[in-house]
């Protein structure tokens, strides 16, 4: 059974900023593609950045020149550099395989408040 667990949310001001940290169970993503996913109250979760290594990354138009996509194989995580964050920022956010599997972690919570 795949483990993504995700850590780093918490409550922030409109301009601050997060790291976010998944660790995921599975060795053999280190060849896989990664991504951070959110879900805010009421919508759908949507894919906001991912990676294949440190070359290749795609960002959602929403957070591009924001937030920041990295990976450590060495640990098996991903990180997501958040910064300049916005009240529509927040969410509980996730990490998954891209394209994702069925498998989801709890996520961590990310409040942006004025």
């Known amino acids: 059974q795949v483990q993504f667990v995700e850590s780093g949310g918490d409550t922030v001001q409109i301009g601050g900023s997060l790291r976010l940290s998944c660790q995921y169970s599975?060795?053999?993503?280190?060849?896989?593609?990664m991504g951070w996913f959110r879900q805010a109250p009421g919508k759908q979760r949507d894919l906001v950045a991912r990676?294949?290594?440190?070359?290749?990354?795609n960002y959602d138009d929403s957070v591009k020149g924001r937030f920041t996509i990295s990976r450590d194989n060495a640990k098996n995580t991903v990180y997501l550099q958040m910064n300049d964050l916005t009240p529509e920022d927040t969410a509980v956010y996730y990490c998954?395989?891209?394209?994702?599997?069925?498998?989801w972690g709890q996520g961590t919570q990310v409040t942006v408040s004025s």
């Open positions: 599975v060795s053999i993503f280190r060849f896989t593609q």
């Open positions: 990676i294949l290594n440190g070359d290749t990354t």
């Open positions: 998954n395989t891209w394209p994702a599997r069925n498998s």
